[in-house]
Structures are given as structure tokens and as C-alpha cells.
């Protein structure tokens, strides 16, 4: 299973013997970072709270299909949705309108092959609507309908005379935010849809209005399976009119008994319907839930964070190696003032031998100088005149603060490389990235293995790691 481990991290180095180095640039991001997290937070809790709680996207369909895929579609409901229809219509004479009460003037399924009475509603699949407007005609030759006409222009003077024709259809509303659904039709209380034609009395007119769909989508959660509901209007329409009147001819047979005889029709106006299923409207929403809301502040929070650690590591990459050099040269300096002390007031002063011992005068300090101060005290001990600066190699000057703007600027070290506070820093790199790059920290172990072969320990115990203090405490808790 341990090729299949890719969570554990690599292990990482400690530096100043802190896990970070840590910067009051550092804890003025985070104070930052918390009080623009505190503000999204506000800001997403009243946005959600006072706005809308639905995402909305349209999109305007146009596909071409073959006969099988658009006889697939137009088997589908809501492509083709049944719709309650009302027909009604009027005389218009001389621009105003006059009731019609005459009991011969019917609609005509042409479906069904069935006439019956105007004003009433119908329902029928759009694709299925094939509706005639006519007139039963009492004489075979339809003669009575044009006295009526006749009748009707002398009783008005002889004044110019059509029809309205009213079509209702089920109307709808899309309220895109409500909560229950989205399309709200006529069982919920909307209005039909009204449209008027004027219809010419004396030719017949076709009227074929082009349908258009409007689908709408619900997105679920993640179990919920999707809502789709559909609707439509009349989008446009087209009219032609013939020269005459049309004659439609219809055998009526009784219910109760076998007799059947002819009815002879007029048609004033037939009205159908294009349903082109190649363009349509579908809508899509999603609920915003508070999930989506934790999520955007999250995303918000990641990205923020980021950012801030960006920001932090142009500072703390130069300020982490002056920091390291800082330390070392400062605590050097020290150390180094406080033997120059004890050595002046203590040893010379009491005229005591100064030991070193080999191993640590072969390490740490240069033998031929030591040594000859050494052959110095020996033939002169009355006069002990020791030079103390001169058995150290650095001065003791300290590593003076830098600005905060010193840290980023190096940043663009090749722009800023006359300016001494860029030369520091820009050498402090060179050291740590020097020495505490795996390349020579490992030829520098191999040096030093090799050096230890050959070396002979003047304390056999020290060769053990388990003698040094820390391991020795931990083994009291052992």
C-alpha cells in the first residue's frame, strides 16, 4: 500500500528552530485576510437573503432534424402540448362592431369532421388544430348567406362590412424566482391570450399561425430528478385569401336512427397551425442553496489566502535569509565580545595560562597564531602582552536593521544592485542558498564522513549520537 500513499508530505526543514519564521508582516496579512473574510461573509449572507434565489439561463434553439427525430419530438407533450382554445366573432360594420345572432354560423373541426356552436372552448393538440369558421347553409347554393349580407348593407347603408375574428388561447406567466414552478398557467388564475383577426366576408381566408415553444428546466440536488414544463404562444401568423367563398360539403347521419343526409357549408375562414419544432426557447434554473453560498466564500477564502501567502513570500524569502545571517553574525558578535572580556579581565589579569585543547584548536582557530602567542608567553611570562582582536578573524560589527520596503524591493535585485541595503541582502541570499542547498549539504556530509574515518576521538563516548543532551532526556521519558 505504500505506493498508493500520495497524502504524506515530504518532510520539511526547521529554520531559527521554529517550524516558520515568523514576521509582523505576517500577522498584519492574516489580521487583514480575517477582516476581508468577515466582510464576504456579510456580504453573501445579506446578498442571499435580499436577492434572487434561482439562476437563470436562456438559450434560443435552432437545430435542423430529420423526419424521424422531428416525429420523435412531436410525440412529446411538451413539444406539442394540448391547449384550450375559444373562437368567437363578430360584424364589423363601419368600424364598429355588431353582434351576430344567427344560429347558422358554426365552427368546423376539420379533424373530426364535426361542426359546433361558436364561443365555447375546445382543446386540441397543436399540431392536430385544424378549425373552420362557416355558415350552414339552408339552400344548396348557399344563397341565403349572401341575402343575409345583402340585408345587412342595405340596414347600413350600403356601408363597408367584414368580420373580427377573436381567438383565445390558454395564456401563462414565467416567474422565473417563484418558488413553487417557474410557468404559471390558466389553473393558476393567468389570463388567456388573445388575438384578432379581420376576416374579409365575401372570400375565404386561411390563417396559419407559427407556433412557438418555451421549455423550462428545474435543476435538482444531486438525487431529485430534473422538472420540465413547457408552453407556448403564437408567435406570428400568415394569411392568404382565395377569390370566393369555399364550399364544404358534410354528410350528417343521426344517432337514433339511420338516416343520414348532406350539409352543405361556407367557409368564411380556416385557422391551423405550424409547430416548428427546429426553434424554441428552453430556459434553465438552479436553486442557490447555502451550500452554493459556503462554497463562493470558500473559493473566495482559498484564493484570498493565496494571494496573502504570495504577497508573504516576496517578504520572507529574502527576510528568512538575512534573518538566519543575522542571528549567526550577531550571536558571533557577542561571543566573541564576551571571550575578549574574560580573557582581558581574568586571565591576563590574573596571569593564568591560556589551554586549548588540540581537537578544538585544530577546529576552530588558527594554530600558528595561537601557538605562537604561546611561545610568546613562554619566554616572557612577567610581560603577558596578548593582542585579543587579533586571534579573531571577524570584526565585531553588527548586521544593522533593514526597512520593511528593502525586502521586497530585492525582489527586482537587478534594478536596486548600487544600493547597499540590496547588496546585504542580496549576500545573505548567497550564503543560505550556498549552504543550505541539498546539493551541498550532501557533498558536504560525504566530506565529512570521509574526515571522520580518518579521525581518532579523543572522547570514544562521543562517538554516539544517543550522548548528546536531547537524546539523553528523551530517554528518562523512555
Known amino acids: 500500500m505504500h505506493p498508493l500513499d500520495i497524502l ?32 464576504i461573509i456579510v456580504y453573501y449572507i445579506i446578498d442571499y437573503i435580499e436577492n434572487d434565489k434561482y439562476i437563470i439561463q436562456s438559450f434560443s434553439h435552432f437545430n435542423i432534424k430529420t423526419k424521424e427525430e422531428q416525429y420523435k419530438i412531436n410525440e412529446d407533450a411538451l413539444f406539442d402540448p394540448y391547449i384550450n382554445f375559444k373562437l368567437n366573432y363578430v360584424f364589423v360594420i363601419d368600424g364598429k362592431e355588431r353582434g351576430i345572432d344567427n344560429e347558422n354560423f358554426l365552427l368546423y373541426d376539420n379533424k373530426k369532421v364535426k361542426a359546433f356552436s361558436r364561443n365555447s372552448y375546445f382543446n386540441s393538440r397543436i399540431s392536430d388544430f ?16 349572401y341575402d343575409l349580407l345583402e340585408k345587412l348593407k342595405k340596414e347600413n347603408g350600403e356601408k363597408e362590412m367584414k368580420y373580427n375574428l377573436y381567438f383565445q388561447y390558454d395564456g401563462f406567466t414565467l416567474l422565473h424566482q417563484n418558488a413553487d414552478k417557474p410557468i404559471l398557467k390558466k389553473e393558476n388564475g393567468q389570463e388567456n391570450f388573445d388575438k384578432l383577426y379581420e376576416i374579409n366576408s365575401n372570400r375565404t381566408t386561411n390563417i396559419n399561425n407559427q407556433w412557438r415553444n418555451i421549455l423550462y428546466t ?23 385569401i382565395y ?42 434554473r438552479k ?8 462554497a463562493n466564500i470558500l473559493s473566495l477564502m482559498a484564493n484570498i489566502f493565496t494571494g496573502a501567502k504570495f504577497i508573504l513570500r516576496l517578504y520572507s524569502n ?48 588558527d594554530k600558528s597564531n595561537i601557538q605562537n602567542d604561546i611561545n610568546k608567553y613562554d619566554d616572557n611570562q612577567e610581560n603577558i602582552d596578548i593582542n585579543v582582536e587579533d586571534k579573531f578573524s571577524l570584526d565585531d560589527k553588527r548586521i544593522k536593521k533593514l526597512r520593511f520596503f528593502d525586502f521586497f ?8 544592485k548600487g ?42 563516548r562521543l562517538n554516539n549520537i544517543e550522548n548528546n543532551n536531547l537524546f539523553i532526556q528523551l530517554k528518562t521519558y523512555l
Open 419 to 460: 544600493k547597499k541595503n540590496q547588496k546585504i541582502i542580496y549576500s545573505c541570499n548567497q550564503i543560505v542558498y550556498n549552504y543550505a542547498s541539498i546539493d551541498e549539504i550532501i557533498k558536504n556530509q560525504i566530506l565529512m564522513e570521509n574526515l571522520m574515518k580518518d579521525y581518532k576521538w579523543n572522547n570514544p
Open 243 to 284: 377569390e370566393d367563398l369555399s364550399i364544404l360539403l358534410n354528410v350528417y347521419c343521426s344517432e337514433t336512427s339511420d338516416y343520414c343526409d348532406w350539409k352543405t357549408y361556407l367557409e368564411i375562414c380556416r385557422i391551423t397551425f405550424t409547430n416548428d419544432n427546429m426553434q424554441y426557447t428552453q430556459y434553465f
Open 130 to 145: 385544424d378549425i373552420s369558421v362557416v355558415y350552414e347553409c339552408k339552400e344548396s347554393n348557399c344563397s341565403d348567406y
Open 318 to 365: 529574502n527576510f528568512n535569509s538575512f534573518k538566519i545571517l543575522e542571528k549567526l553574525l550577531n550571536k558571533n558578535s557577542m561571543q566573541r565580545r564576551g571571550v575578549k572580556e574574560n580573557i582581558q579581565m581574568d586571565d591576563l589579569e590574573n596571569n593564568k595560562f591560556i589551554t586549548i585543547k588540540d581537537d578544538l584548536k585544530e577546529k576552530c582557530i
Open 409 to 416: 524591493l530585492n525582489n527586482l535585485y537587478c534594478c536596486f
Open 218 to 240: 428545474e435543476k435538482r440536488g444531486f438525487i431529485q430528478k430534473d422538472s420540465n414544463d413547457s408552453c407556448g404562444y403564437i408567435e406570428n401568423y400568415n394569411t392568404f
Open 8 to 39: 504524506s508530505e515530504s518532510p520539511h526543514l526547521f529554520i531559527l528552530q521554529k517550524e516558520s519564521n515568523k514576521t509582523n508582516l505576517g500577522g498584519v496579512l492574516f489580521l487583514l485576510y480575517l477582516i476581508v473574510i468577515v466582510i
Open 287 to 294: 436553486k442557490i442553496s447555502l451550500l452554493d453560498v459556503a
